[in-house]
Structure formats: structure tokens, C-alpha cells
């Protein structure tokens, strides 16, 4: 514009997918049926002006437009077929297109506004600004939209009786178009800073920020919701129209800089964070509002419609158009959806607290930095972090009945509606050491050496987009008030090493080696209570989740309630007939378990993986003057491409290791059934355990 103003326009536009598979893990089968392609459109339009308007004063302004068309379709859509499992055993063999996949569809449209301006005063440079961000979300998320069927065996598949179905749809309509969220919620920040120049050698840093979350659309009224949760919260009642309007949050910030010697600096500063964007999980309450939305279960925990006992006989079932299994839904399940009441249920919902608050973590920092005798650079830093008002979900229908043996609770009346709130007491910490060494050399070569401990802890881990999942996908003793725990995302000790060279071999075309090395801990593994065999109607063995039922937990997919280790001679534990008791406590003991107690979640980890990647890549000659040419070649987990037994990784399983399959006799006591073994160790994560070799060509210009 001229040399005191200048604007900038940026238009992007981006199309891109691959192919991912659902199930993963060594105990799981996917059939191609299964995966799924991931994609995104993506366009974004950003105008902005640059301003200076005096020499101690500039502004920025910028508007920016943002459209996501984000897709999850399977690969096998066209064909209309369900999701089935099958259970061999040891393996669960998977056909059809997954449950999360059948109707899942998001766009967004995010449009922001930022104007910001930069003063300088002296000793002072003083930012400040507002931004604004508003999103419009559509929200298509209906899982076993087509169905899922589980069988328990090879022979029940090939017969069609299956152990359990599932078919959510749209009441009245059974389409799950009629089920999509759409909603808007906006986000107004203001904030203000002064990097203050004491002298030479020390900074400070005073900042202020406050956000406010701001939005008119609430999810559908449901009547019988509010009606069933009338007394909760003693008395104040619960509704399912809770959103973040109106919510805010202040965040004061600290921060400084001093240079000790011409060699050493010391930073650090502390303040308060957000905890992270509820958003995605705020969006679950808009499609789960119990009135459109109709989840059927027919299951041993739950039969939503009767058909005459399980397993139920597909090829002697009425299907949707006499449809062959797989291709249609039960008629009874399509038309209880169909019948469904129009003033909701209380079950099945996702609602949000009224007295929900955005998550906070307070920052405390402090580090380090020395140019070394030699030049090795030394950094050195350290941060904690307490959590405050983390999310979790929780849910209200259950009822504390009594305790087990080991003084864990027992629930009744649990109904799959879920209340997204914030954890009441202790959220949890982290903290966090790291130590780096590196040196350049005049020759071409550079070195880079690191240790991280990291000790984190946290009450849900959240690990999902979706309310169910983040419920049921943590091991607890309690599920409603699980406690702090280690983080699922914890890695306690981990080691790197960079390795650089570059040299001319050919003058003018640089050519560069990096290895890069890692070798971390295994990240936590928690051990939990099991299934027992007993037979089944048809005098065949079944494995039964009789300690989830007895706990009121049966409807979370099993094997979460946190193992109850026993003392020497505990009173609380009797062994059966079959259990391997010596196995057993040899597991206790290498494993490290303190007796007469409930093992902690993630209380072991998992063993140690080396990962060592090789990258080597030549400059060449380019077309054009300004254009750049080079091939590489690459290869990931060289360890593995060398010896199939080296960079695997192995970890436990994403939940939890059931190792012993108990129960709980008439004397209150448990009965130690069977012992499964010591082999979670040997799990192993296959795209991280395999070596990949790559070669090619890059041109930019």
C-alpha cells in the first residue's frame, strides 16, 4: 500500500485423505470392509492489513474465513452391510462397516476477526488486542446407525444367532440425517501485555487475558429428562439444555528473563491456562438429547426388545424388507425407533453441568540456558502444572448400594446417559524435567542429546470425542468418582539423540545425514478383574463379566474394575479349584504390586522401546534459477529392517490387562477363578513396530 501500510491476501484450499483401519490391536481382525477413508476439504480465505502508524505504535488487523468438510466414510458404504464381530477367543474378527463410521459426517464454517496493536513506551513494549472467533458446527455422529451384531463364536456366526445387537436411529423416522447437531457458539478474547526492559539483563513479563464463551443454540428439550433428574443435586434438578453461553475465564500471567553471565540465562514465569476447548465434547449433548436419538440394545445387560431369549436367530428374525442378515435391521428394533415417545427418555442423553466451567491449569517455569566451555549448549527446565476443574463425565443415574469386599462401591441403576461436568476435588498434575546438550561443529556435524521424565496425573483421561467412550474407556474402582490417577498419556523416562552431517561431496549440492534415535519407557498399564466361563442356556461355556454386574458396570464392555490384589491370607479372597495361585504370585511379584489393596490405574509400564530413523537426502540441479531439487531416501525403525525383534513396540492394551477372572460368593468374598497369565507384556502396536523404506524426489518452486 505504501511503506507505512502493507496488506497481505492468502487463499488455501486443500483436499486430502488415506485409508485407516477401525479395531486395531494383535487381538483384533479387521477384514477390508472395515477401514475406512479419512479425509478433509478444507478452504481458507485471511486478509490482513499491517500498520505503522508512528514509529512506537503499529496495528494489525485480520479477518479470516475457514470451511471444513471433514469425512469418515468406510470402504464398503455402498454395499448397506452392518457391522459384525466375531469371537474366536482369542481374536475378534470384525466384517462390515464399524459402528462409529455408519453416519458420521462434520462441517464447520469458522470465521475470525483479530485487531491487535503494539506500543512501544520507553522500557515498555505494550501488546493488546481482541479476537474473535465464531463457529457454526453440523454434526453428524450416529453410531450403529446400520446396526452391529456380535457373535460369540465361529459357529453362532455361521448359524446367525447373535450374543447382542445395537441399532441407533432417529425416532419416528429411522434416518439418521434427522439426528445431525447444528450449532453455533462464539469465543471473545481480550487480552493485554507489557515486556518490560529493566535493564540489560533482566525482562519481565506482565500479561492479562479473558475469554468468554458465547452461544444461543441449546440442544432439543427433553421433558422426561428433566422430569427423571428433578431431585438431583439435592434438589436444584438437571436439565438437558446446558451450554457454554455465558461462561468466562481470566488468566493472569508472569513470566521473566535474566542473563546471569555473557554464558547463562535463567527463565521462567508462571499463570493460568485454559484446560483445554470443551467444544467437541459440548457438541455431543446437541445429538444426544434422548428426544430424536434411540439407542436399542438387545444384550444379557439390557433387552430393549424381546425376542424370545438370546442369542436371537437372524435367518428366523423378520428383517427391514426382507432383507438378508446384515443388509436390513430386526423389524422389531426399526419399529420400537419408529415408535419412539416424543417427549425423549432419560436415558441414553448427554447433557452438560448448568454449573459446568472451563478447565484451568495453572503454569509454574523455570529453566536454564548455558553456552558451555567448548560451545555445547546447555538447556535445563522444569514445569509444573496443577489442574483445576478438569472435565470428566459422570453418570447421574447411579446409586451407591453398597461395597465389595475391597471397600470399592457398588452401583445400581445406571441408564448410559451421561452428565459432562468437572471433577470435584483433586484434577490432578504434571510435571515435567528435561535436560538437552548440543554442539555444532565447524565441519559439518551437529550432535543433540535429551532426557524428559514426565509424572502425570489425571482423574478421566478423555481420551474420546464421544461421551460413552470417555466413560467407559479408563480403568477405575469407581466410575463415578474415580480419583486421580497416573495419565494414560504418561511416558516416565525418555532418552533422544540427533545426529547431523552435511558436506559438499559435489560442489554447490549439499548432501545431509540425520539419525535420529529415541528410547522412552512404556507408557502405563493398569490390571483389572476379568470374565469367568459358565455355560450358557445351550449347556456351552460362555465367558460372563460377573464382577461388572455385581458392581453395576456391566454396561461399559467389561473388564475395567481395577484389580483387587490380596494380602498373604487375605480374608477378603478364596481361590477356586483351577486357579494357578503360584503363577499368580510370582505375576505380584515381578510385577511390583503392593498387596491388600486395588491396584492403581496405570500403576505399572509398560517396557522400554528403541526407535532409531535414518534420513539421507542430496541437493541437484533445479530447472530454474530460485527453484530447488533433491532426493532422498529414508528409513523408519531401522532396528526392526535389521532384526525383526528390535523397535517393537510392545504395550498393554488401550483400557486395561484383565488378569484374573473372578466372582463373589454368598459370604461376600471373592473367588479368585482363574488366572489368565503374565503375557500383556507381550502386546505389541503394529504401525509403531514396523520399518518402513522410503525413496523419492522433491521439486519446490
Avoid: C
Wanted: hydrophobic residues 35%.
Amino acid at each position: 500500500m505504501n511503506e507505512d501500510h502493507r496488506a497481505a491476501f492468502t487463499y488455501n484450499w486443500n483436499d486430502g485423505f488415506n485409508i485407516s483401519e477401525s479395531d486395531t490391536g494383535t487381538s483384533r481382525l479387521s477384514f477390508d470392509g472395515h477401514f475406512y477413508e479419512r479425509g478433509a476439504e478444507i478452504e481458507t480465505i485471511t486478509a490482513s492489513v499491517y500498520s505503522d502508524w508512528t514509529s512506537d505504535f503499529s496495528t494489525e488487523l485480520r479477518i479470516g474465513k475457514t470451511k471444513l468438510d471433514n469425512r469418515q466414510i468406510s470402504v464398503d458404504a455402498g454395499t448397506g452391510f452392518s457391522e459384525m464381530q466375531i469371537n474366536l477367543g482369542d481374536t475378534v474378527v470384525y466384517l462390515g462397516p464399524d459402528d462409529s463410521r455408519q453416519s458420521n459426517d462434520l462441517n464447520w464454517d469458522n470465521t475470525t476477526f483479530k485487531l491487535a496493536g503494539t506500543y512501544l513506551l520507553g522500557d515498555h513494549t505494550i501488546t493488546g488486542g481482541i479476537e474473535y472467533e465464531d463457529l457454526d458446527v453440523f454434526n453428524l455422529f450416529v453410531q450403529q446407525s446400520r446396526g452391529e451384531y456380535r457373535f460369540n463364536s465361529i459357529d453362532d456366526f455361521r448359524n446367525g444367532l447373535a450374543g447382542r445387537i445395537f441399532y441407533n436411529n432417529a425416532a419416528g423416522t429411522n434416518d439418521p440425517n434427522d439426528i445431525a447437531a447444528s450449532f453455533s457458539f462464539a469465543t471473545t478474547t481480550f487480552y493485554l501485555q507489557d515486556d518490560w526492559y529493566v535493564n540489560d539483563d533482566l525482562t519481565l513479563l506482565f500479561g492479562l487475558r479473558y475469554d468468554r464463551w458465547s452461544s444461543d443454540d441449546r440442544p432439543r428439550y427433553n421433558e422426561a429428562f428433566e422430569t427423571e433428574y428433578a431431585d438431583y443435586n439435592n434438589g436444584q434438578g438437571l436439565t438437558n439444555t446446558g451450554n457454554l453461553d455465558g461462561i468466562d475465564l481470566w488468566q493472569p500471567r508472569v513470566g521473566f528473563n535474566y542473563v546471569l553471565t555473557d554464558d547463562m540465562e535463567l527463565h521462567g514465569g508462571f499463570g493460568l491456562y485454559s484446560g483445554g476447548n470443551p467444544n467437541v465434547w459440548v457438541s455431543n449433548a446437541y445429538s444426544n438429547d434422548g428426544v430424536i436419538q434411540v439407542a436399542t440394545t438387545v444384550a444379557p445387560w439390557q433387552q430393549d426388545v424381546d425376542f424370545g431369549g438370546l442369542p436371537v436367530d437372524l435367518f428366523n428374525t423378520p428383517l427391514v424388507n426382507n432383507a438378508a442378515p446384515g443388509y436390513g435391521i430386526p423389524q422389531a428394533l426399526y419399529d420400537f425407533v419408529e415408535d419412539a415417545p416424543t417427549n425423549g427418555s432419560a436415558n441414553n442423553v448427554v447433557a452438560v453441568d448448568p454449573n459446568f466451567e472451563v478447565p484451568t491449569e495453572w503454569k509454574y517455569a523455570l529453566g536454564l540456558t548455558y553456552l558451555a566451555p567448548g560451545d555445547y549448549l546447555v538447556q535445563a527446565d522444569i514445569l509444573y502444572t496443577d489442574k483445576k476443574d478438569a472435565a470428566t463425565y459422570i453418570e447421574p443415574s447411579r446409586e451407591i448400594t453398597g461395597y465389595g469386599p475391597d471397600g470399592r462401591p457398588r452401583y445400581d441403576g445406571s441408564n448410559s446417559t451421561f452428565l459432562l461436568t468437572n471433577v470435584d476435588g483433586d484434577s490432578g498434575d504434571a510435571t515435567t524435567l528435561s535436560l538437552a546438550v548440543s554442539k555444532e561443529y565447524d565441519f559439518g556435524l551437529d550432535v543433540s542429546v535429551a532426557y524428559a521424565y514426565n509424572d502425570s496425573t489425571d482423574v478421566n483421561p478423555m481420551t474420546s470425542s464421544v461421551a460413552y467412550s470417555n466413560f467407559v474407556n479408563f480403568a477405575t474402582s469407581d466410575p463415578n468418582n474415580p480419583g486421580a490417577a497416573t495419565s494414560n498419556y504418561n511416558i516416565p523416562h525418555r532418552f533422544t539423540l540427533r545426529v547431523g552431517y552435511k558436506h559438499e561431496f559435489i560442489d554447490g549440492y549439499t548432501t545431509r545425514f540425520n539419525v535420529f534415535a529415541s528410547a522412552n519407557e512404556g507408557r502405563g498399564m493398569s490390571y483389572t478383574f476379568g470374565d469367568v466361563p459358565r455355560l450358557d442356556d445351550n449347556g456351552e461355556i460362555e465367558y460372563v463379566d460377573v464382577l461388572d454386574q455385581f458392581y453395576g458396570d456391566d454396561n461399559t464392555g467389561g473388564g475395567r474394575q481395577l484389580l483387587y490384589v490380596p494380602a498373604v491370607d487375605d480374608p477378603n479372597v478364596v481361590y477356586g479349584p483351577d486357579f494357578d495361585l503360584d503363577a499368580f504370585n510370582a505375576f505380584i511379584s515381578s510385577e511390583g504390586l503392593g498387596r491388600g489393596k486395588i491396584a492403581s490405574r496405570n500403576g505399572t509400564n509398560g517396557d522400554w522401546w528403541t526407535k532409531v530413523d535414518v534420513r539421507i537426502s542430496q541437493e541437484l540441479p533445479a530447472f530454474a534459477e530460485g527453484h530447488r531439487a533433491s532426493a532422498f531416501f529414508v528409513i523408519e525403525n531401522l532396528g526392526n529392517l535389521l532384526n525383526d525383534d528390535w523397535g517393537v513396540l510392545k504395550q498393554g492394551n488401550f483400557v486395561s490387562e484383565s488378569v484374573v477372572g473372578a466372582s463373589i460368593n454368598d459370604d461376600g468374598q471373592y473367588v479368585y477363578e482363574e488366572f489368565f497369565g503374565a503375557d500383556q507384556r507381550d502386546n505389541y502396536s503394529i504401525g509403531a513396530s514396523l520399518w518402513e523404506v522410503r525413496v523419492g524426489v522433491s521439486y519446490r518452486f
